[in-house]
């Protein structure tokens, strides 16, 4: 067993990695300040971190995306 502490102040990165390690992996979440501490199997790591690191991608591209959609139409 693995315990992993995931701090971000981005409550819907958050929300949603909760939800995906909660479903697909079935292991505990517990709340923390600004994050979550997840109780998983070691073998989970690795999955759990490329879907963190995924998630914020996606979110740092769309945020630009919309800034920039934004100002063109300006």
Request: charged share 25%.
């Amino acid at each position: 067993m693995a315990i992993i502490e995931i701090k971000n102040s981005d409550q819907e990165i958050i929300d949603c990695l909760t939800q995906k390690i909660q479903s697909e992996f079935g292991d505990t979440v517990t709340p923390i300040q600004n994050g979550i501490r997840v109780d998983c199997l070691d073998e989970h790591l690795s999955d759990i971190n490329a879907y963190y690191k995924r998630i914020c991608r996606h979110k740092r591209f769309y945020s630009w995306f919309g800034l920039t959609i934004k100002r063109l139409n300006s």
